[in-house]
């Protein structure tokens, strides 16, 4: 049979944008879909945009910190208005970047949500495609819990939030995962006064304890009221203040709410079913170890199938299935077998990869725990970023099941561990590694330096070093 394209992708976020990319330089026909803007939600909505944030809201605190006044109103600095500057930002990579990367894929761009015809075709508005191989990577949407009295409140997620016209006076966040803690310490130096609230014991619930008691103790000094642990009971509207009732009897209030607790799929404006692609018991597309859906010839890739819920590991997925849509047998490649690092980009920086405390207690692994504080390194106190630590979990002979970092650079310092892991290297591997010092990574070679001291103190190898010697 002849199809109109070599291959489509539906979503142009990280996901589709390696497809679409890689396959274009591969020499393929490509049709690549995209109902709103190029780059998906991480571009226009999430990653990109939250950091521009961020850094604006660092500059601006950083700022207050070495003045020590207060300034005047023709002093205020213009990140105090950040939003017009973000967009302009954002449009500048669209424009001059990110279309750029198009220019050998046949673009519907939009023109119209995508749904499926049959397993080779789409229809987009009044068009129709196909092709012989298609890839989903249409990502998720915000979930809004349902808590009484939410529907009556005008809500801010992620989706709209960078619309605001100016820095809201109060804001209660829900939600102390990646989004929420940024926002919280964004909105807080820019001037909101916040407070964030979530069912979880610590914040980054998915991290280290121990980085999130860490955290906590950042926001409370900045000011930002922070409830683990609790469950919202309903939400009021009071005036121009939304209320949000615990069931420990705290009130918070706000006169923005901004709504981060989790993600959602959603697919129905696709007719999956008509494809043949069935969904989880989540509401997740189903892939295999290849990427591949219930229907053969298409991939779901990132967001959509509900694993890792990251714009990287969709970049990283995206490349695994392209490559698997033109392999066979051993050659395909499993995409839960590469490890996939995180950072929440809070001040300070907490990173982690690969297996946490508490999954290697669940799993019955022995363990030990190697723990090197910022405060300790001579680098670190002199920059006056002592807040922090590199803490690895290994075993007795020097395997990598996991390691935590929290401070300045982790987000940097944690690749390398990633690849350690992936690559099966052992502690010993990194320790005869020379890092560049006096860099926070440095860090990384002291844990290793005392993991091999802590196998000093076995009686018998200091009498084999000292026959030895």
């Known amino acids: ?58 500059t601006r605190h950083q700022f207050e910190k070495l003045a020590e006044m207060e300034l005047e109103s023709d002093q205020v600095p213009s990140v105090l208005k950040p939003f017009s ?21 046949d673009l519907l761009l939009a023109e119209g949500s995508a749904e ?136 918070l209030e706000g006169k923005k709410l901004l709504v981060a607790a989790g993600r959602k799929p959603d697919f129905s404006e696709l007719d999956l079913q008509k494809a043949g692609i069935e969904t989880d018991e989540r509401g997740y597309i189903k892939v295999n170890d290849y990427l591949q859906t219930t229907s053969a010839n298409i991939y779901g890739v990132g967001d959509c199938n509900g694993h890792f819920l990251l714009s990287h590991s969709a970049m990283h997925q995206g490349m695994i299935a392209i490559m698997n849509s033109m392999m066979f047998g051993p050659m395909r490649r499993k995409f839960q077998n590469y490890v996939v690092p995180w950072t929440v980009f809070t001040e300070p920086q907490i990173s982690s990869v690969g297996l946490t405390e508490k999954e290697l207690i669940a799993k019955g692994i022995k363990y030990e725990v190697i723990k090197m504080n910022y405060a300790d390194y001579g680098a670190a106190i002199a920059e006056n970023i002592g807040v922090g630590y590199v803490k ?19 987000g940097e ?25 006096p860099t926070m990574g440095f860090l990384t070679k002291r844990a290793s330096e005392q993991w091999m001291m802590n196998r000093m103190k076995s009686g018998f190898l200091k009498r084999m070093c000292q026959i030895m010697f």
Not at 85 to 103: C, P, R
Not at 234 to 250: A, F, H, N, Q, R
Not at 417 to 436: E, T
């Open 85 to 105: 500057k973000i967009q302009g930002y954002l449009d500048y990579i669209n424009e001059a970047k990110t279309v750029s990367m198009f220019e050998k894929v």
């Open 116 to 251: 499926f015809v049959d397993k080779n075709t789409v229809k987009v508005g009044e068009k129709t495609v196909s092709a012989k191989r298609i890839f989903v990577c249409v990502g998720t949407r915000p979930m809004v819990p349902p808590i009484p009295g939410i529907e009556d409140v005008d809500i801010l997620t992620n989706e709209n939030m960078f619309k605001l016209e100016e820095i809201p006076e109060s804001m209660v966040i829900i939600g102390g995962g990646a989004i929420g803690t940024e926002m919280a310490q964004a909105f807080s130096r820019l001037g909101t006064k916040c407070s964030l609230i979530h069912m979880a014991e610590h914040l980054i619930p998915t991290g280290d304890p121990e980085a999130g008691e860490l955290l906590k103790e950042k926001f409370e000094e900045e000011g930002i009221a922070v409830y683990n642990g609790a469950k919202i009971e309903k939400i009021e509207k009071d005036g121009d203040l939304i209320k949000v009732y615990s069931d420990k009897g705290e009130v």
């Open 392 to 410: 690895a979990f290994v075993s007795i002979t020097g395997k990598i099941y996991g390691a935590s970092i929290v401070g300045e650079g982790s």
């Open 413 to 437: 310092m944690i690749n390398e561990w990633g690849l350690a892991i992936q690559k099966k290297m052992r502690m010993h591997d990194i320790m005869f590694l020379q890092h560049s010092f």
């Open 1 to 58: 049979m002849k199809y109109d394209y070599d291959l489509i992708t539906i979503g142009v976020g990280p996901a589709g944008m390696a497809v679409s990319v890689m396959g274009a330089e591969m020499g393929l026909k490509v049709c690549a879909i995209e109902k709103h803007k190029l780059g998906g939600e991480c571009m226009n909505v999430g990653c990109i945009p939250s950091k521009s944030l961020l850094r604006m809201a660092k």
